[in-house]
Every structure is written in structure tokens, then in C-alpha cells.
């Protein structure tokens, strides 16, 4: 039995690296990953405080963020390959157009 | 005959014979640790008899402002300091209910205080009379000008229909007007009252009503409302709009004038703001969209002030109502720092509206690129809105934060008049020059309030009805001349008289009645303030006095180099012609009232006194 | 119990099905636009009957996921007024360009994620709700995908959002992992042990991150202004109207209802956020030069003044909140509707199109000053009557008790002083300059909308400002 402590910790490092992938790369792409990541560090939570409570609500939450991630990918993509036939890049310092 | 005598000497002498007399030791402990009065609380009858009896140490006794008062400032006084003797009460103090609060001055900050309950121990509430009318006089007073805007919208494609519905609308407003002036009486209390409640939750209703201080105002914009529109008849320019925002401007100054509701106040208060704006922003003079930009935001940042000192108003009476009435009778449980503050973020808001310096720097932009019929308005009306805001919103419920501020107002009062006067002098521009006497003429009416007496008060009321005729009739002076001469630099101008001799007599007229000629409007107005300030204030009097030899200068100035002297040989005067008919007879009008209230003031006087003395009633100085 | 009351909602979900399907079967683009946009009508009627024609006595929870009550019928209402409207904008705005009928089916999915918010009852139906109307209108950002700023908006609405999505969820799952509940009324009720406060802490500062980000608050609103300027005009409006007042629904939600037992721990936090938030968006917005840009801007101040509301805490306060947000709704709505219209004729996003509308269409003109004039809070225009009760409800609670409150209301007054610079400007442009190029005429479409906002500012709003007060208090009382 790992103690809760443990998928904390875990999770909040998952965290800090997505946050930090967020705020450090320049490539749509990349930030997308991180983004998932995040969401990913959440689901852990999620489902490791589930477990802790003996409540079924929890997991049924992260089943869902599951699904909510992928849908993000699907029209992230979407919009990023647009971005991509117009600009023929998806580097963020390019989108200069509206001031950032 | 006797026995009348005998039974009514009876009657004077009955309360006196039952009158009881109390006694209060004025001391201290031997070792000088504790200084007393004994006793410090003293319940007594109305027309009881106190006396002071002093034990050991020096002591006097001075009337506080409230039981935390540290010094003397207004009220009974025994003297000096003195040690021994007895001193009783003056009998006034004991006549009506109330609780007077005293301290010895030595010994104040060692907590040496007593207090003296009359009778039930609240100061009576001076009862005003409401009065509701059984016709909604007020409300036709409002719609009619609202429903002439909406109507001159309706004939935009039309260049001469608008006007003519704006002088129809205007001249039924002028009759209304009258008719309200007449009703209104000269007695005391709120006639007329209407009352629609429009969120019982909040208690905020459209509470209308006039007495004698809103009644000679409405009467002001109703006789103004024609002669504006008359004075702008030619306007080409988008002549719906012009004339249908002018007619909007009236239904919000006089919502101004007759509502008794402190939200709804400030909701008509701003609405001034909206048709002024654009009034000054599409047909002023070069640098408009500055002007009313300028006037635009000083404005509306010092009545949002106002605001925020309205809702404290409305939640420290806690009576769930913005209804000023109700608000005033609270006015006794507000606590003096509270009425400080509040007094003086009101002031604020009032002060800008009037302007007195240093708030005053929007007028002069203002005024030159208003266009004339803006002018009109903006120096006859709602110069006036300030002023009155303070008499009918601020002096009521907040009696002791207005006594607190009366240096502050007589100092800007004075240097209002002298400033205003200076700069005056020192203008080119006939309308600046206007624009500046202005603001040395409304320091006068503030004055007046300043010394929170009935005079005082009537003197300033008075001084806004008679700025009200004749600044705008200057304005209309500068508008004739511009028309004419292209220019409205004084040096330039010269000898109107000799081609214009009946239009220059009116301008003649016009001047002297606003430097304060005796038989002239002004002249009454000032002689009040000046007299209940020379009451209250004594020599000080000297310094407005000197304003008005400035103000006498630059107004003879200015008329003897633009009517009189030499034909000027700057401007092209070939073209110079008596005004128009529908100059010449705003300004005859204007002549004529000026003089009519000049030589019988008591038309005016006697319901401004009453309302005045209303008001001081309530706040307690009576 | 029967599930009439989710009427609306499946409404909306079946027509976002068909929607595709009837454009498969009939290729006729037009056709799927005037059908969402009916779909839209008729479920904006059935909340009205719902709501007023059998009157809503007792709350109506669905599974304990979705729960039916004022608060909700109100926002529900809101929600579909405004979708509606946008899509009568929509409709002549897009013209004949490609894609419509998916530009309606998302116009409808984004409006059942918010209708899903208004009603939801735990933090799973809450986050669902959101993410549904995020993604929605991601794509509809960048619908015009042959539009530079059009899609590089939508990217960047994209990676932030989903970004501040992200903290939201890590902060529920601390907020879950905290109480074991994921049922708002169990949250409310939850007995704080004190020892967690510190990690509470950190679950209200993830949730403040990710839900400041949907109202704009600073420092999460760095996208408004790039996005307001970017996305189609229609698109704009109804995420300055519509998404904004969702992320007030579910601030209201958790801050209010689930945490509300813990005030103190966020109270302050989210005072501070209103006064930055209404100070830098006015200031930014000084400078701006593009409608939408200045537009953005005034919506983060007005953020500002209604995250206010949320410190004080009282039925008065928040109902006055709930009220401003409703008539922000419209005021920016409307506003919006004429930037549209002024696109549309061909002159162009900067506010020196403005100059002169006065004389193209007067009506246009006054509705735009209208607007302007409301969003700073003159009276006797409708947002007057919102701020003022808002700030009233402030007012009322810092003399109650808590001095600090006053700070909020006197730092919103002088805000508003200086909201009106750049607000005036427009109105100068409109009325004081002579038009400059040609424009094509505006159509009828926009004028109905126009005409609707106006009237609501002008007269329904501030004549029944009482009734329609007591409305949104009641919805506050719903909560508390």
C-alpha cells in the first residue's frame, strides 16, 4: 500500500513540469503536451484521493478528464494545423499579429 | 378689561411660577485628582432654572457641540474662569426640549463635562408641512418638455418645424411654470407632492414638491426655455437635435428642481450632464470637443463623489428611504465626524457644479465654445444646481459638518469674488469676461449660504434668481456681438451706440444691473449677503466689498469700450445694425424682470425667506 | 419529477446532432443557420413558460448532478437570449461563407455547455459544462480559418485556456482530495478541519487561476484583447456577453455556495484581484485604438467591479452582482452588435471608423453612445442602475461591519471616473466628426438587435430595475 503522501507529491511534480513546459517552450506542440500533462498530474489525484475516501466519484471524474483531454488534442490540433498552413509555423513568438 | 388683564398675567406668570430651580456644584476633589460637576446629568422641565454653584478650584462653563467636544465654540458661556460665585442659566436654553451638553474650558481634557436633559431630552423635529396637490402639476412640468424632444426628433427632416415645437413646448412650460410659482405660496412646507415609488425595497420614490427655495428656480427655467430658444432661431445646423437636446436639458433641471428623493436627485443631476455635453461638443466654437471633454469629466468625477456621500447618508439614517425629508429628521443621531466627512464629500460635488475656485476651471472653457443658447443654460441654470444642491441636500441632515465648514466656505467664497473679478478685469474676451464675473457672482450667493442665517440664505437664493436673468442676457450681449462683428475682443470693439442706439441701451441696462445698480435684481441679492455677513462675520465684510468695486470696474470697462467712445476702426462696422427681433426681445424681457424684481422683491422674497427659515429649522439653528 | 424542466437543454443537444445531418440530407447552408437559430427561439420560450408561466416554487435537483432553481432559470435564460441574438448577427455577418452550419452547431454546443453550468450542481457537471463551452468556442474563434487574426486568436484562446483549465481541475482534485465530496451542497456543508486551511489555500488560488481566466480578471486576462480583436465580431460578442457571465455562474458556484463557510480564506484574495483588476483594465484601456482592443479592456474593468461583489457576501451584494452581470451582458452585447454592423459596412475595427456615424445611421449612433454611456454607469441608462445597486450591496455590507469593503467601492467610483476618457472618445468620434469614406448601407438585421438594446437600456431596465432586482436577489438568495 503506497501511502497518499506519495500520489501527491507525484502528482504536484507532474504539475510543475507541465506548468513549467507551459511557460518555458515556444512550440504550440509542445505546449499542448505540457498542457496534457497537467491534466494527467489531476487525474492522478483524482484518483488516488478516490481511493483514500472510498468514493467512487473521484474516478468517475478522471475516466471523464480522459475524455475531455482527448477531445482538447482533437480540436487543439485542428486549430494549430490551420495556424500551420497559414503561417507555415507554430512557434508562438510568431504570432505577432494581434499584440500579444 | 381688568380681569382679562389680571387672567392673562395669570397665564405669562403660571410656568414661571411653576418653574423649579436645580443646582449643579462646580468642583473639584482637594488633592486635584478628579474635577466634577455634581451632577454631571441633570433632568430637567422645560422651563426650569439652573444654577452653578462653584466649590473649590476655578472653573467655568461652556456649551459643547456634544458630549466629546474638547473646547467652546457657540452657545452659553459663563466667562472666565473664575473661583467662587454662582451663575444660572440664561432662561432660553430651557424653554424647548433638547440636551445641552457643557464643559468646564480649564479642565475639559480631565473629563470635567455635564449634560443637561430638557424635557424629553431629543430636540423637538420641526414639523414641515406636505402638502400633496390634487392635480400632478409636476409631472406635466417634466413630460411636457420630454414629449417637445421627442416630437422635434420626429420632424428631423424638417429645417423649420423644430424650432417652432421647441417655442410652443417652451412657452407651455413657461405658463406651467407661473402657475406652479403662484401655487407654491409663500408659506412654509413642500406644496404639490407627488409621489411614485419606484423600488419599495430600497425606498426610493419619484418624490416631487416645491417650496419656497425650488419654486422661483422653476420659475427661472421657465422663463429661460423661450428665451433660448428664441435666441438660437437661425440655428441651421442639425436644428432637431439642437432643439430637441435643449428641451431635454429643461426636463432635467427641473427634474433637478423638484424632486425631494436623493437617488433620483443625482439620476436628473447627471442627466444635465448628457445633452450639455453634446450641446457643447457639436456646436461650440473651435476647441470644443476639449471643452466638453473637460466639463464632461469634472463634472461627472465630483458628483460621483456626491454619490457615494449620498449612500452614507441613506445608510446612517438607516430609515430605508432616499426621501430627503425623512433623511433630514434623522439628522440628529449622525455623529460629527460623520457629518464632517460626509459634508464635505457633498461639498465636493456642489462646488464643481457652481464653480468656486479652484474647481472652477471647466467654466471658462466651457462657456467660450458653448454655443450662445448653451451659454444661456449653462450660466443661468446650472450654475444654480450647485448651489441649490447644497441648500436643499446638504445643510438639512447635516447641521453640524455645515457650521464645521463655514470657514472653508467663506474662504472660498471670498476668494472666489475677488479672483473671479480679477481675472475678470484682466479678459479681452467679452464672453470670458462673462464667464469669470460668473464665478465671482455665485462666490456672493455662497457667501450668503455661508452665514447660515435667514438673510443669508434668502440673500443667496435671491442672487441666483437675478444671475440667473442676467448672465445669460450678458451671454446674449456677447452672441449680438460676435454675430455682428466677427470678434468679441473688447479693445476691438467701440462706439455700438452710435449705430445700434437701441440695442446699446438694452446692453447699457444689462450691465448695470448685473454690477449691482440699486432697482436692479442684483442689487437686492447683494445687499442680503452682504448685511447677514457683515452679522456674522463683522469686518471681514471688507474683502468682498472690494470684489465688488473690481466687479463695478470691469464691468464699466467693458461697456465703455464696446458701446461707447469712437466708432472702432479694427473691425468692419459697415454691416452693424440694431439685433434681430428675436435678439432684441429675449434681452427686453430680461430688462424688464430684472427691474420688476429689482423695485418689488417681495414677489420673490417672501416665499425664499419662509423656505429658508425651513431649512434652518431643521437643522436646529432656530 | 418529471425532466420537463431540462427541456432546453435537450433541445439544444438533439439540434446540435441533426444540425450536420439536415445539412448532409439538403446542402443548403442558409437553412441550418435560420434552424439553430429557431432551436434557439424555441427553447428561449420554453424557459420563459418554465420560468414564468408555472412559476418555479421549490428547486428541482436531477441526480444530484443538475439542479433546477432560480439562479439557474435566470442564467439559462440569459444564456439563450444571448445565443439567440448572436445568432440573428451571425446569420448575416457570415454572409456566404463555408462552413455555416458548423459555425451553428457550435454556436448551440457552446450554449448547452453554459446552460450546463447555470444548473449544475457538483463540480463534475460544473467542469464538464465549462470544457464544453470552452471548446466550442475555441473553434469558433477561429472559424474563419483563412483569417490570420482569426486563427492565431483561436490559438492562443486555445493554449491559454486549456492551460487555466488545467489549474481549475488540479484544484478541484485538491478541493476533492480535501473533503472526499464532489457535490457542492456537500462542500458547503463540509466541517473545515483548520488544519488544512494552507492546503485549501492552494485549491482556491488553482481555482481562482483557471476561473479568473474565463471572467478575465487580472493578472489571467491577457487573452481578452487579442481574442475580442481577433474572432468574428458575432463570436466576440457572445464570449464578452455569454462565456463571461458563465464564469461568474461558476465563481458564484464554488466561491459562494461550496466554500462560502470559508470566506476568510479567500475574501482577500479576491478583493485585491477586483481592484487590480478594474484599475489595470481601465488603464490599459486608455490607450487602445481598436474597438475591440478598448472593448476587451472595459470588460476586464467591468470584471473587476463585479468580482467586488463577491467579498461582501450578502444577498444585497451578490444580487447586485448577478444584476450588473446580466446588463453587462447586454451593454457589451449590444455594443458588440454595432462594431459588427460598422465591420460589416467596410469601415474597418479602429475608432476612427467612428467618426461620423452619427450621420450614416442615427439610430446605430445612439445606440453605441447608449451603451458606452451605460458601460461607464451615467444614469438614466441601465448599467447605471446595476453599478449602482452593486456598489450599493458593497456599501451596505462595509458599514455593516467590515471597513475594508469601502476601499472597493470608493476604488470602483473613481474607476468608473476614469472610464469615461476613452469611452467619450468613441462618442466624440460618433457625433463631432464628419464621415470619412464610403460605407456600404447597414442592414436590416442589425437594426432589430440595435433597436432590442436600446430599449432595454433606455427604458425596461431603469423603469423596472426594482422587479428585475428582486429577480436576480432572489437567485442570490438560492445560493446563500
Redesign the interface.
Known amino acids: 500500500m503506497i501511502p497518499l503522501l506519495h500520489y501527491?507529491l507525484f502528482?504536484s511534480t507532474l504539475?510543475l513540469i507541465?506548468g513549467y513546459g507551459?511557460v518555458r517552450n515556444r512550440n504550440?506542440i509542445v505546449?499542448?503536451m505540457s498542457?496534457e500533462i497537467?491534466?494527467t498530474?489531476?487525474?492522478i489525484?483524482?484518483v488516488?484521493?478516490a481511493e483514500?475516501?472510498h468514493?467512487m466519484?473521484?474516478q468517475?471524474?478522471a475516466l471523464?478528464?480522459i475524455a475531455?483531454a482527448a477531445?482538447?488534442v482533437a480540436?487543439?490540433l485542428?486549430?494549430?494545423l490551420?495556424?500551420y498552413?497559414?503561417?507555415d509555423t507554430i512557434e508562438?513568438d510568431m504570432?505577432d499579429?494581434?499584440?500579444? | 378689561m381688568k380681569r382679562l388683564f389680571a387672567l392673562g398675567l395669570l397665564l405669562v406668570l403660571l410656568p414661571a411660577a411653576a418653574a423649579e430651580t436645580h443646582t449643579v456644584e462646580v468642583s473639584q476633589s482637594d488633592d486635584g485628582s478628579s474635577y466634577y460637576f455634581e451632577p454631571d446629568v441633570l433632568q430637567v422641565a422645560v422651563g426650569d432654572i439652573v444654577r452653578f454653584e462653584w466649590g473649590n478650584g476655578s472653573h467655568n462653563i461652556a456649551q459643547a457641540s456634544d458630549g466629546e467636544a474638547n473646547s467652546y465654540v457657540s452657545g452659553f458661556y459663563s466667562g472666565e474662569p473664575q473661583v467662587g460665585g454662582n451663575w444660572t442659566l440664561p432662561a432660553e436654553y430651557t424653554e424647548t426640549d433638547g440636551t445641552l451638553d457643557y464643559l468646564c474650558e480649564p479642565h475639559a481634557l480631565m473629563g470635567m463635562r455635564g449634560s443637561i436633559i430638557v424635557g424629553s431630552g431629543a430636540a423637538p423635529i420641526p414639523e414641515i408641512t406636505l402638502e400633496f396637490g390634487e392635480f400632478p402639476w409636476l409631472s406635466y412640468l417634466l413630460i411636457i418638455p420630454l414629449l417637445g424632444t421627442m416630437w422635434c426628433w420626429g420632424f428631423r427632416h424638417h429645417p423649420e418645424a423644430p424650432r417652432v415645437i421647441a417655442l410652443g413646448t417652451t412657452l407651455a412650460t413657461l405658463l406651467l411654470s407661473i402657475t406652479i410659482f403662484l401655487k407654491a405660496g409663500s408659506s412654509s412646507g413642500y406644496r404639490l407632492m407627488e409621489e411614485y415609488v419606484w423600488s419599495s425595497q430600497f425606498g426610493v420614490s419619484l418624490l416631487l414638491g416645491v417650496d419656497g427655495l425650488s419654486a422661483p428656480m422653476v420659475l427661472l427655467t421657465g422663463i429661460l426655455g423661450p428665451l433660448t430658444v428664441l435666441f438660437a432661431w437661425e440655428e441651421q445646423k442639425r436644428p432637431a437635435l439642437f432643439f430637441g437636446l435643449l428641451l431635454l436639458l429643461q426636463t432635467a433641471t427641473l427634474g433637478v428642481f423638484v424632486t425631494l428623493d436623493y437617488f433620483v436627485f443625482y439620476l436628473f443631476w447627471e442627466v444635465v450632464l448628457i445633452p450639455m455635453f453634446f450641446l457643447v461638443a457639436i456646436w461650440g466654437g473651435p476647441a470644443r470637443r476639449y471643452a466638453a471633454y473637460k466639463f464632461f469629466i469634472y463634472t461627472f468625477t465630483a458628483s460621483l463623489v456626491m454619490l457615494v456621500g449620498f449612500m452614507a447618508l441613506y445608510f446612517e439614517a438607516g430609515a430605508n428611504t432616499f426621501s430627503m425629508i425623512e433623511i433630514a429628521k434623522q439628522s440628529g443621531s449622525f455623529a460629527p465626524t460623520f457629518q464632517k466627512w460626509v459634508f464635505a464629500a457633498l461639498f465636493i460635488g456642489f462646488a464643481v457644479k457652481m464653480p468656486m475656485v479652484p474647481f472652477h476651471t471647466w467654466l471658462p472653457d466651457a462657456h467660450v465654445e458653448a454655443p450662445t443658447a448653451g451659454s444661456i443654460v449653462l450660466a443661468g441654470i446650472m450654475l444654480k444646481l450647485g448651489l441649490y444642491g447644497l441648500m436643499r441636500a446638504a445643510l438639512a441632515p447635516l447641521p453640524l459638518g455645515a457650521e464645521y465648514f463655514v470657514p472653508v466656505m467663506v474662504a472660498l467664497a471670498i476668494v472666489s469674488i475677488i479672483y473671479g473679478a480679477a481675472l475678470s478685469l484682466a479678459q479681452t474676451d467679452l464672453k470670458k469676461l462673462v464667464a469669470y464675473s460668473s464665478i465671482s457672482h455665485m462666490g456672493i450667493a455662497l457667501l450668503g449660504v455661508a452665514t447660515l442665517t435667514e438673510l443669508g440664505l434668502a440673500g443667496a437664493v435671491y442672487m441666483m434668481f437675478a444671475h440667473g436673468l442676467l448672465s445669460p442676457a450678458m451671454f446674449m450681449i456677447a452672441g449680438v456681438v460676435l454675430h455682428q462683428l466677427g470678434t468679441r475682443d473688447i479693445p476691438k470693439l467701440g462706439g455700438l451706440a452710435q449705430k445700434q442706439p437701441y440695442t446699446a441701451t438694452l446692453f447699457v441696462a444689462i450691465f448695470l444691473g448685473s454690477l449691482g445698480l440699486p432697482g436692479m435684481a442684483t442689487f437686492v441679492a447683494e445687499l442680503s449677503v452682504f448685511v447677514a455677513f457683515f452679522q456674522s462675520h463683522g469686518y471681514w465684510l471688507l474683502l468682498p466689498i472690494f470684489g465688488m468695486v473690481l466687479t463695478a470696474g470691469y464691468h464699466l470697462w467693458a461697456l465703455q469700450r464696446s458701446v461707447f467712445g469712437p466708432l472702432s476702426k479694427e473691425v468692419n462696422v459697415e454691416k452693424v445694425h440694431e439685433a434681430l427681433w428675436y435678439e432684441q426681445w429675449p434681452l427686453f424681457t430680461i430688462v424688464t424682470l430684472a427691474v420688476l424684481f429689482g423695485v418689488l422683491p417681495q414677489i420673490l422674497m417672501s416665499p425664499i425667506t419662509v423656505a429658508c427659515y425651513d431649512i434652518l429649522r431643521l437643522m436646529g439653528g432656530v | 419529477m418529471g425532466l420537463e424542466l431540462l427541456f432546453p437543454e435537450f433541445l439544444l443537444a438533439a439540434a446540435a446532432l441533426l444540425l450536420p445531418g439536415t445539412y448532409l440530407l439538403h446542402r443548403n447552408a442558409r437553412l441550418c443557420g435560420q434552424l439553430a437559430v429557431a432551436t434557439l427561439a424555441v427553447a428561449l420560450s420554453a424557459t420563459w413558460v418554465q420560468w414564468f408561466g408555472e412559476g418555479l416554487v421549490t428547486p428541482a435537483s436531477y441526480f444530484g448532478h443538475l439542479q433546477i432553481d432560480v439562479f439557474s432559470q435566470l442564467f439559462k435564460f440569459a444564456f439563450l437570449t444571448i445565443a439567440f441574438v448572436t445568432g440573428i448577427v451571425s446569420l448575416a455577418y457570415l454572409g456566404e461563407l463555408p462552413h455555416r452550419p458548423e459555425f451553428f452547431t457550435l454556436l448551440l454546443t457552446a450554449t448547452l455547455g453554459m446552460l450546463i453550468v447555470a444548473s449544475a450542481s457538483?463540480?463534475?457537471t460544473l467542469?464538464?459544462g465549462l470544457?464544453l463551452a470552452a471548446?466550442s468556442s475555441?473553434?469558433l474563434v477561429?472559424f474563419q480559418?483563412?483569417d490570420?487574426?482569426s486563427?492565431?486568436?483561436?490559438?492562443?484562446y486555445?493554449?491559454i485556456g486549456?492551460?487555466s483549465s488545467?489549474?481549475t481541475?488540479?484544484g478541484?482534485?485538491?478541493l476533492?482530495?480535501l473533503t472526499?465530496?464532489?457535490s457542492i451542497a456537500s462542500l458547503a456543508a463540509h466541517n473545515w478541519n483548520s488544519d488544512f486551511s494552507g492546503a485549501l489555500f492552494v485549491a482556491i488560488l488553482f481555482i481562482t487561476g483557471g476561473l479568473g481566466f474565463k471572467v478575465a480578471a487580472v493578472p489571467f486576462h491577457?487573452w481578452a484583447?487579442?481574442v475580442y480583436?481577433?474572432a468574428p465580431t458575432p463570436v466576440t460578442a457572445f464570449l464578452a456577453a455569454g462565456s463571461k457571465a458563465m464564469g461568474f455562474v461558476a465563481l458564484l458556484r464554488i466561491f459562494v455556495v461550496a466554500l462560502g463557510s470559508m470566506l476568510i480564506e479567500w475574501q482577500l484574495l479576491l478583493g485585491i484581484i477586483a481592484i487590480v483588476t478594474m484599475t489595470v483594465g481601465n488603464l490599459a484601456a486608455l490607450r487602445q485604438q481598436d474597438i475591440g482592443r478598448m472593448l476587451a479592456y472595459s470588460s476586464v474593468a467591468q470584471a473587476g467591479y463585479i468580482l467586488a461583489a463577491f467579498p461582501a457576501m450578502t444577498e444585497l451584494a451578490l444580487g447586485g452582482a448577478i444584476f450588473h452581470t446580466l446588463v453587462h451582458a447586454v451593454m457589451k452585447g449590444g455594443a458588440f452588435v454595432i462594431v459588427a454592423a460598422v465591420g460589416i459596412a467596410g469601415l474597418g475595427y479602429g475608432i476612427d471608423g467612428y467618426r461620423g456615424l452619427a450621420q450614416r445611421s442615427q439610430l446605430l449612433a445612439l445606440t453605441m453612445t447608449v451603451c458606452l454611456l451605460s458601460l461607464v454607469g451615467i444614469p438614466p441608462f441601465g448599467g447605471f442602475f446595476s453599478k449602482f445597486w452593486l456598489f450599493y450591496g458593497i456599501f451596505q455590507a462595509g458599514m455593516a461591519g467590515q471597513q475594508w469593503l469601502l476601499w472597493l467601492v470608493i476604488a470602483g467610483v473613481l474607476n468608473s471616473a476614469l472610464s469615461l476618457f476613452y469611452y467619450l472618445r468613441v462618442i466624440r468620434n460618433i457625433y463631432t466628426e464628419d464621415p470619412q469614406g464610403e460605407a456600404r448601407p447597414f442592414g436590416e438585421h442589425t437594426r432589430y438587435p440595435a433597436l432590442a438594446v436600446l430599449l432595454l437600456l433606455i427604458l425596461l431596465i431603469p423603469l423596472e430595475y426594482d422587479y428585475l432586482l428582486t429577480l436576480c436577489r432572489d437567485a442570490a438568495a438560492s445560493l446563500l
Do not use: C, H
Open positions: 501527491v502528482s504539475l507541465g507551459v504550440a505546449v499542448l498542457i497537467m491534466l498530474a489531476a487525474n489525484n483524482f488516488a484521493f483514500f475516501w468514493d466519484g473521484g468517475v471524474f471523464f478528464v475531455i477531445a482538447e480540436i487543439g485542428a486549430i494549430l490551420s495556424l498552413k497559414q503561417r508562438l504570432l499579429l494581434l499584440r500579444w | 457538483d463540480l463534475l467542469f464538464i470544457e471548446f475555441y473553434a477561429a480559418k483563412r490570420d487574426g486563427t492565431e486568436a483561436g490559438a492562443k486555445l493554449l486549456s492551460f488545467a489549474l481541475l488540479y478541484i482534485s485538491l476533492y482530495g472526499g465530496t464532489l491577457a484583447p487579442d480583436q481577433g
